[in-house]
T-cell receptor, first 111, second 115 residues
Framework: DAKTTQPTSMDCAEGRAANLPCNHS???????VYWYRQIHSQGPQYIIH???NNETNEMASLIITEDRKSSTLILPHATLRDTAVYYC????????????FGKGTRLHILP | ETGVTQTPRHLVMGMTNKKSLKCEQH?????MYWYKQSAKKPLELMFV???????ENNSVPSRFSPECPNSSHLFLHLHTLQPEDSALYLC??????????????FGPGTRLTVL
């Protein structure tokens, strides 16, 4: 079973920041938080990952709470092309390196 | 363009047919994966290969038979499938297993319909 909880769907106006929450209250100390997204009819795409500190790259920012039980993915200026299903994943750092996908959040960017 | 290609993109087959899905990665990665995505269900990991050796078989029925002849190519051989096997089959690759930067790169998928 997925170890994360995400809202089923969210709407965001084009040009605004999209904030996608994720709960991972049972995360353990060696588990990282990863985000992927899947645009319709395409394979999932890696976005960002983090352990404890906030992270930023060219696609998004990841804010992880101090107790690491939840995180937020931020798309600073959402565009229509950001409409996708966003998956928050907790990855176990062992040799198997499984990614267990949950149902994700379906983000609709509204024009 | 992720560097992972899959062919065919769409496949319709009967339950008695034998077909194969092909995946190729141009990233120099060593690990490759098959996932299944059914309608309204999460992505399910099927098989994992690392340096051509299968390291994971996630209780997949034997009518799905993977083959990894080298680190760049991965096949999924299909035979006597059932209509409930209709799904999007996704291939992914990563630099290796484990580690903190082994994000997986996914191909576009093969949309399979079993009649």
């Amino acid at each position: 079973d997925a170890k994360t909880t995400q809202p089923t769907s969210m709407d965001c106006a084009e040009g605004r920041a999209a904030n996608l929450p994720c709960n991972h209250s049972t995360i353990s100390g060696n588990e990282y938080v990863y985000w992927y997204r899947q645009i319709h009819s395409q394979g999932p795409q890696y976005i960002i990952h983090g352990l404890k500190n906030n992270e930023t790259n060219e696609m998004a920012s990841l804010i992880i709470t101090e107790d690491r039980k939840s995180s937020t993915l931020i798309l600073p200026h959402a565009t229509l092309r950001d409409t996708a299903v966003y998956y928050c994943i907790v990855r176990v750092l062992n040799r198997d390196d499984k990614i267990i996908f949950g149902k994700g959040t379906r983000l609709h960017i509204l024009p | 363009e992720t560097g992972v290609t899959q062919t065919p993109r769409h496949l319709v087959m009967g339950m008695t047919n034998k077909k194969s899905l092909k995946c190729e990665q141009h990233l120099g990665h060593n690990a490759m994966y098959w996932y299944k995505q059914s309608a309204k269900k999460p992505l399910e990991l099927m098989f994992v290969y690392n340096f051509k050796e299968q390291t994971e078989n996630n209780s997949v029925p034997s009518r799905f038979s993977p083959e990894c002849p080298n680190s760049s190519h991965l096949f999924l051989h299909l035979h006597t499938l059932q209509p409930e096997d209709s799904a999007l089959y996704l291939c992914a690759s990563s630099q290796g297993l484990g580690g903190i930067r082994n994000e997986q790169f996914f191909g576009p998928g093969t949309r399979l319909t079993v009649l």
